[in-house]
């Protein structure tokens, strides 16, 4: 892990036994991991103010809700990468991993070396969504409020996809 702040991960594993081994190898490389069994606490943790910078789900949790619910439930109102643990990779587990904007999986028992592997480049794949998202709103914004005429068109078609204020005042004169 290359930060200097150590990032939090939440395991979500109702097998305490894999839990303990899954935080113990999370934190001999520098995370702060926190266990929880189910996905109602789950859910508490992702709306508390000390938040989880990324959340490591069984997907057959103990309790009323599995983990692709408590993801999605999650995800309404926060945005936390989840990467799913599992030992089952059926197509049917798979389609619901899909159904989630989960980043990817991790089969249970595999080498220490792919869980941390895996665990930094979700990290890193939500620090590059997050800087888009922004980039994103800035140009939006940039965009809006600019004075000048401007136009987005597609390049294929030519078609007018996107206009400004300004532009819109412009046009509305013809």
Known sequence: MN???????????DSRLNAQITADVLSKYGYIAEIV??????????KSDQSPDLILMDIELGGKIDGIET??????????????LTANTSKEI?????????????LKGL????????????????????????????????????EAV???????????VDANRAACRFLWLF
């Open 111 to 146: 080498d220490e070396y792919v869980l941390v592997s895996t665990v930094e480049m979700a990290l890193k794949l939500h620090e590059t969504n997050i800087r888009l998202k922004q980039s994103e709103e800035l140009f939006r914004n940039m965009f809006e409020a600019h």
């Open 150 to 160: 401007m136009l987005l068109i597609e390049p294929e078609s030519g078609n007018i």
């Open 71 to 84: 993801a999605r439930i999650i995800q309404k109102f926060k945005d936390i990468p989840v990467l799913f």
């Open 3 to 13: 930060a200097s702040i150590p990032k939090k991960i939440l395991i979500v594993e």
């Open 94 to 106: 798979m389609e619901k991993i899909q159904s989630v904007t989960g980043y990817g999986y991790v």
């Open 37 to 46: 069994r189910t996905g109602e606490e789950a859910v508490e943790r992702a």
